[in-house]
């Protein structure tokens, strides 16, 4: 009988250890599936922690040249786009040199001046590599018209959108769009 026992107890232990085979399995499985998604939250969130850290830097990169970028004076037209086209790349920086050409005697035709400053900003969409800002700029402008001898002044809010882009460390502009619609202000 001992034998008996013993091929009895053989089979009572094998759909445990099928069982137990099944469960371990299954926790195998459970535990990678976790471990996969834990790591592609990690990512995501890694992703989400240098977008926000790339918005406030463009953010802040934005605020400090947009004031250079927008304003310009009769008398240095063309350094004051020069030295906008500094802070842009792309498509952009070929408009600048363009606009240089075109802008520069028509500002001294008008002894023209533009002052820009920036009132509010914000970040509409960031990337790690590329911010979309929105700025709300107060322009001063001051032109002699056509005939008259005082310049004229005017003041208004404008908005623009700034698309920052990271080349090399360093943030520059890659768009610049003006958004219809002024508020003016006296």
């Known amino acids: 009988?001992?034998?008996?026992?013993?091929?009895?107890?053989?089979?009572?232990?094998r759909p445990r250890s099928r069982a137990f085979l099944v469960g371990v399995t299954f926790l195998t499985l459970l535990a990678v599936t976790l471990g996969g998604v834990v790591a592609v939250a990690y990512a995501n969130l890694r992703w989400l922690r240098e977008s926000d850290s790339a918005g406030a830097e463009a953010m802040a990169t934005a605020r400090?040249?947009?004031a250079d970028m927008l304003s310009y004076d009769y008398r240095t037209v063309e350094a004051d786009l020069a030295r906008a086209q500094g802070?842009?790349?792309?498509?952009?920086?070929?408009?600048?040199?363009?606009?240089?050409?075109?802008?520069?005697?028509?500002?001294?035709?008008?002894?023209?001046?533009?002052?820009?400053?920036?009132?509010?900003?914000?970040?509409?969409?960031?990337e790690p590599d590329r911010v979309r800002v929105l700025l709300?700029?107060?322009?001063a402008t001051s032109k002699v018209a056509p005939g008259e001898r005082e310049p004229r002044q005017r003041r208004e809010l404008n908005r623009a959108?700034?698309?920052?882009?990271k080349q090399d460390s360093r943030w520059l502009v890659a768009e610049l769009s003006t958004l219809l619609g002024s508020v003016s202000g006296q």
Do not use: C, N, W
């Not at 009988?1 to 232990?13: N, P, T």
């Not at 533009?114 to 914000?122: D, E, I, N, R, Y």
């Not at 709300?136 to 322009?139: A, E, L, R, T, W």
């Open 87 to 126: 802070y842009t790349t792309g498509e952009l920086a070929g408009h600048y040199r363009t606009l240089a050409r075109s802008l520069a005697p028509q500002a001294r035709k008008e002894r023209a001046v533009q002052q820009a400053s920036v009132v509010a900003a914000g970040i509409e969409s960031a």
């Open 1 to 13: 009988m001992i034998e008996g026992e013993v091929i009895e107890g053989a089979r009572a232990g």
């Open 64 to 66: 400090s040249v947009a």
């Open 136 to 139: 709300f700029v107060d322009m």
């Open 161 to 165: 959108r700034f698309v920052m882009v």
